[in-house]
């Protein structure tokens, strides 16, 4: 069997925040996996929106060649009138490294990256994030794993689904009373993300395996303040 790859992706997630922790001792996984691999800061795209920063991760394009800009795209009507449409996998205009991978013959599984559904038939797995749970299975490539997580014992598959609702929230922010809950279920939506990872490299590992933990984006939205370094020597200051 050829040496199969592992690519982890932390949305939101930042070296500003991860060396504090690091050093800390907050974080001593994450800590010798870097002081094991290579490392550096790498430019986003000019709007660093979720749509078109993963969209060119996935494809090494840029939202001019790939055609992601944002969550929404205008659509213009005949009588002058424009409607907002949803982006989607159809409205990527280049190949990602799952077909890319294909095409060399490797096996690919694509695991909560944003903009998989409808999924594209590769060989191997495709479950799309940013998708509610009651729409899954329309994100899901084969259809058969659908079933199938759904009947894994002890797992509840609609952590795997966005609630559109909580997501909200990082924008609209918390009620008094919300926030220790609100971070109990990204750690449960990511747990559930990485012990689905952990069942499909178990049961069938195929050479690049590729999941994105985006409860670190969520948490950031709100509680970047009480982790960022700059903000405590701010408040100290005060």
């Keep these: 069997m050829s040496n199969s790859v592992l690519m982890i992706g932390l949305d939101g997630a930042t070296f500003d925040l991860l060396d504090p922790l690091v050093e800390r001792g907050i974080m001593p996984f994450t800590g010798n996996v870097l002081k094991k691999s290579v490392r550096a800061n790498l ?3 000019r709007q660093p929106l979720t749509p078109p920063a993963w969209t060119s991760m996935i494809t090494g394009r840029s939202p001019t060649a ?3 800009y944002d969550f929404l795209r205008p659509e213009f009507l005949a009588d002058g009138g424009v409607f907002l449409k949803i982006n989607d996998f159809r409205d990527n205009h280049c190949e990602t490294i799952w077909s890319i991978a294909n095409r060399y013959n490797r096996r690919a599984t694509s695991l909560n990256f944003y903009g998989m559904s409808p999924p594209p038939a590769i060989d191997g797995y495709v479950i799309s994030g940013f998708v509610p749970w009651r729409h899954l299975k329309q994100a899901t490539h084969p259809k058969e794993l659908y079933d199938e997580v759904r009947a894994l014992p002890n797992f509840d598959f609609r952590l795997l689904g966005m609630d559109i609702a909580e997501a909200k929230k990082t924008v609209q922010g918390l009620h008094q009373g919300e926030h220790e809950p609100w971070i109990d279920l ?8 990485a012990e689905l990872t952990c069942h499909l490299m178990n049961k069938d590992r195929t050479d690049l395996t590729a999941i994105v ?3 670190p984006d969520k948490v950031q ?5 009480f982790v960022d370094p700059k903000f405590e020597e701010n408040d100290a200051s005060d």
Excluded: E, P
């Excluded at 990204?186 to 993300?193: E, F, G, H, L, T």
């Design 43 to 45: 430019m986003s795209t």
């Design 66 to 68: 790939h055609g992601i």
């Design 186 to 193: 990204q750690n449960k939506r990511d747990r559930a993300w």
């Design 213 to 215: 933990l985006d409860g």
């Design 221 to 225: 939205h709100l509680f970047w303040r």
